[in-house]
């Protein structure tokens, strides 16, 4: 066993299931258990932070080891009431079933417990109302999230928008669209606001969030092609020489969090240019590993590099 093991097997597991209030939040906890890879020795705690329709197969629990605790409100979801469960239940691995309804920003969790995966769930029928009036909310959900799960997507015809929103929100994690006869397909390539098959493709002010989403997920698009677009300058001390970012800013959840959306950029003219400055960018993309993206991320090879005016407003996706 390394060094890094032991130091793991310090930390008790925390699995977090997130989603408003008739998401699937159970029924997908529910169908977890009864999965093979979910078997395993020792207790489990579930913690269960809302009471919804659907409540949990006591059997099953049983069969799995799993003892139930509600916390019905956030003033009790302290460190100290969740080391009291820790010490009564002795858990192997804790489940958190998250209330959309409170903040996920505001969860403080024992020294010794440690998120290992974190999985928010959308009914997409009601996706719009919440959106609209609890971004904050929907926002400290997802943007943490290896995966989300967006279910109940029967009807909707067009799906890219709402990708590339909680693509923008959550840009490392898997975004799966769901409808009653499992998951479903979306962003044709033909519905892009742009022709991939011009030897130069031409990215608009309006387009580039659209770009900027999809070029991070589909390789297989993207790679080698030759791109243009209108952008703002940033560099760092520590980027290596001929390296910068140009990008654009974006308003995620509210004008408090905003994101700057680049990727690196090798040229030339990296030395000569300062940070804020616009520029109009012709570039080879490639796909490489690199520390900032986590692993493997769109890297471009700039052919030019030009003065350009500044584009106004924020990013549209």
Known sequence: MSNTDTME?????VFLI???LESGKTQ?????????YFKAEGKTLLIVCEEGENEYDSEL???NHTETVLIDSMEEMTPDRLVELELLHNPERVLIEWNGMWNLDDLKLPDDWKIYQQITLIDMTTFDLYSANMKPLLYSMVRNSEMIICNRCDGIEDLSGYRRTLKAMCPRGEIVFEDSEG??????????????????????????GIWYIDCMERKDRYEGKTVEFTAMVLKTP???KNYFVPG???????????TFLGFVTKSREAKDLETKQWVKVKARIAYE???????EGPVLYADSVEPAQPVKGFVQF
């Open 18 to 20: 997130n989603g408003f």
């Open 238 to 240: 520590d980027f290596p």
């Open 183 to 208: 998951e479903v397909n979306e962003i044709a390539e033909e519905d892009l606001p742009y022709d991939l098959n011009e030897e130069v493709v031409k990215i608009s002010p309006q387009a580039y």
């Open 289 to 295: 590993f690199w520390k900032d993206y986590e692993g």
């Open 9 to 13: 097997d310090d930390f008790l597991p």
């Open 61 to 63: 629990l049983k069969r």
């Open 28 to 36: 997908f906890l529910q169908f977890t258990m009864e999965q093979d």
């Open 248 to 258: 654009r800013m974006a308003m995620t959840c509210c004008e408090d969090d905003m």
